[in-house]
């Protein structure tokens, strides 16, 4: 891989320093959030007015949010679940038991009954085995425990003790069907269970009965309702991040502290809110090296978009350097107004002159990179913090992008009327469209239409103004520039009419015919015509020695020699020049005056010089205009009119078809000396302006109706009268 040379070094990064020194401007432009919100300590002076750019929440301090996280956490009711597995496990459980000890009792009495018991995990005295050896007892134990499970296991009973430890007033208790909110006095213990065994004891006189019954109630015992911890808890978490961070909320242009007034506690509140929210937005706390990286880079990189698409897109206008420093220069300006709209007035991003930005570039270069450059100023601006709640990019894209698209054709003042009304429509309409979602009054929405047709109106105005000088910078010839050239009473198209009148007549032929073939193949006809009144300014210096500005009769070339007479005809083209830059001509005007003759040889005084053979062989490079070759369409196209014209001036009767052949053959040696190789014209567009100068001279050398001379006409065959 090669290296890049120092000079390619040198000239590429002449352009994309331009990047860097637009993104550090932009740093330094725009409010960080030390300037916004400046944090005085209560009972200092602010030495100026403090307005919110944006609204924005005053917090909560940690301590008390964290405190009315714990308060709304704690309204939160216990859950317990009702488990209606264990309800059917006991049921299971019991008459397993029974069944078992039914049939140890028919098998074997007593020992029976205890080893049976025993493999249900129950131990059984052998009084107690005898009692369940009676069938009517134990059948009456079965039942009656069947039935202090259904009355109080199936409608919920929690463990040992729980109750005791439980604080809430009120329990959700959960089931299948869904939840439900009880007191908590509602719900069974394991105490009131015991009670309630009492209560339906089967057989209150027997010792031995009523203590195997209280101990079965307690061996099948089971808490129906446990404690669902995890879900409470849960519900706690809820409802502690549901809590509102915010103590207030400050509205955008509020006034925060005024000028010389003492900073409260709540006016110190509000800044710490204010600071924290901009940093939090990702503006500078201070003019540190990571802040100034991180921001440089980010409007760095959405800038370099921009640049990327003219190295590859716009390579003529990347090639000058001067072109570069205007845009950049624009870019400059803009961001430097958006920065104090940001400062003073950053609700009111609909007067950023985006518009003049993207009104000059159209002007200059055309539509397309004005709204490329137009978003991406947009975009750059947007992209600052104290715009991220705002409207900026917005607004800023829909001006920016108006006003790109409206100027089409700027030759006069009025054009720029219908520019200023798009721009204020587009505003309007964007304000609209905020407001509609944003619930604005109409008087905001109308505010900020009005404001926009402000910022249309003087962003035409300063473009009007500032165009001269914008042309200076770049050498771009706008329509504006030529429409004042193309005035005849400036200086050096008046002495060409008054000195040079042939000169003049034969300009202002060609011009017509230029035009028009640069219309027809979309070159710039408006330069093609004011270049063609400038192109022969040089005869202005001898105007006798070229035959247009001569008599009949009196050609001061017949007194010269050849090689004199050349010279004084090649010489008109540095007069030109000349005179060019005393009259401060634009390039592109400027070049029509040698590239018009391109390399060409002086044919008459060449062939007259080889014919008299003075001062021996002559040659060439004596009899051949400086040149260069014609390097655009228009002044290629100059190239081939002037030719045509001073040749159709020598023939006589000329007809359409006579036309054509002269047109073709001029073209044709054009084309074949390689005039026109330096000129971007394809074949197809040289067929259209040979077709487009036959249409144009036909028109010209038409034929006219003669007037009897009875009624003061002229005939063919008119002579003038003699005199007495």
Request: proline share 5%; charged share 20%.
């Amino acid at each position: 891989m090669q290296l890049p040379t120092k000079e390619q070094l040198r000239y590429h990064g002449s352009r994309w320093a331009w990047v860097v020194g637009l993104a550090m401007l932009s740093y330094l432009a725009f409010p960080s959030a030390t300037n916004v919100a400046p944090l005085l300590d209560p009972g200092a002076v602010a030495d100026r007015d403090v307005i919110a750019p944006f609204t924005f929440p005053v917090n909560k301090s940690d301590q008390d949010l964290a405190r009315e996280a714990e308060e709304l956490a704690g309204t939160v009711k216990p859950i317990y679940q009702f488990q209606e597995r264990a309800v059917d496990s006991i049921e299971i459980s019991l008459h397993a038991l029974f069944a078992s000890l039914e049939t140890a009792a028919d098998q074997g009495g007593g020992a029976a009954i205890q080893a049976a018991a025993k493999a249900q995990g129950l131990a059984l005295s052998a009084p107690e085995a005898a009692y369940l050896g009676k069938g009517g007892k134990r059948h009456n134990l079965e039942k009656a425990l069947s039935e202090l499970f259904e009355r109080t296991l199936a409608l919920g009973v929690t463990g040992p003790g729980v109750l005791q430890v439980e604080q809430a007033p009120e329990l959700i208790v959960r089931r299948r069907s869904g939840e439900q909110s009880v007191q908590r006095d509602q719900v069974l213990s394991y105490a009131q269970y015991l009670q309630r065994a009492r209560d339906v004891h089967p057989d209150k006189g027997s010792s031995v009965g009523d203590e195997l019954y209280v101990r079965l109630a307690g061996h099948f015992f089971r808490p129906t309702l446990v404690a669902n911890t995890l879900e409470t808890e849960r519900r706690g978490d809820e409802l502690r991040r549901s809590v509102d961070p915010s103590k207030y909320v400050v509205r955008a242009g509020d006034r925060i502290v005024g000028a010389h007034e003492v900073v409260t506690n709540e006016a110190h509140e509000k800044l710490v809110a204010l600071h924290n929210d901009l940093v939090r937005r990702g503006a500078a706390t201070s003019r540190s090296a990571s802040g100034l990286f991180g921001s440089v880079l980010r409007d760095a990189l959405i800038l370099a978009i921009f640049w990327v698409l003219l190295v590859f897109y716009r390579r003529e206008t990347y090639r000058e350097q001067r072109q570069v420093v205007l845009i950049g220069g624009l870019f400059a300006l803009v961001l430097l107004q958006a920065a104090a709209v940001a400062r003073f007035a950053p609700r009111h991003s609909e007067i950023i002159v985006l518009p003049f930005m993207a009104m000059m570039l159209t002007v200059l270069f055309n539509g397309r990179v004005s709204m490329i450059a137009a978003m991406i100023l947009a975009v750059v601006i947007g992209l600052q913090p104290v715009f991220h709640d705002l409207p900026a990019l917005f607004l800023c894209v829909v001006g920016g992008v108006t006003a790109a698209l409206s100027v089409r054709v700027l030759r006069r003042r009025s054009n720029f009327y219908v520019p200023v009304l798009i721009i204020a429509v587009g505003y309007l309409a964007g304000a609209l469209a905020l407001g509609l979602t944003g619930s604005w009054s109409a008087g905001e929405i109308g505010l900020r239409g009005v404001w926009g047709a402000a910022n249309g109106l003087v962003s035409a105005g300063l473009t009007f103004f500032l165009l001269p000088v914008a042309e200076s910078i770049t050498g771009i010839t706008t329509d504006l520039t030529l429409l004042e050239l193309s005035d005849p009473s400036r200086s050096l198209l008046r002495r060409l009419s008054l000195e040079a009148p042939g000169t003049y007549a034969h300009s202002v032929a060609m011009a017509n015919l230029v035009e028009a073939a640069c219309n027809r193949i979309g070159a710039d006809g408006l330069l093609g015509r004011v270049g063609c009144y400038y192109h022969d300014i040089g005869k202005i210096k001898n105007p006798q020695y070229f035959v247009e500005n001569q008599t009949r009769g009196n050609n001061p070339h017949d007194r010269l020699k050849a090689y004199q007479s050349a010279q004084i005809i090649k010489a008109h083209v540095t007069d030109g020049l000349e005179l060019a830059r005393e009259a401060r001509l634009p390039r592109a005007v400027a070049a029509f005056i040698p590239e018009h003759h391109g390399t060409t040889e002086i044919t008459y005084f060449l062939d007259r010089a080889k014919k008299s053979g003075d001062g021996g062989a002559p040659k060439s490079t004596d009899y051949m205009y400086p040149g260069p070759k014609p390097h655009s369409s228009e002044t290629a196209i100059t190239m081939l009119a002037d030719s045509v014209e001073a040749a159709l001036r020598v023939l006589e009767d000329l007809t359409p078809e006579k036309i054509e052949e002269v047109i073709n053959h001029i073209v044709r040696n054009k084309l074949n000396a390689g005039q026109l190789d330096e000129a971007p014209m394809t074949l197809q567009q040289i067929d259209q302006v040979k077709r487009e100068f036959v249409r144009i001279i036909t028109g010209m050398y038409h034929d006219r109706i003669e007037y009897p001379e009875s009624s003061g006409g002229i005939t063919a065959t008119w002579r003038p009268a003699a005199k007495a």
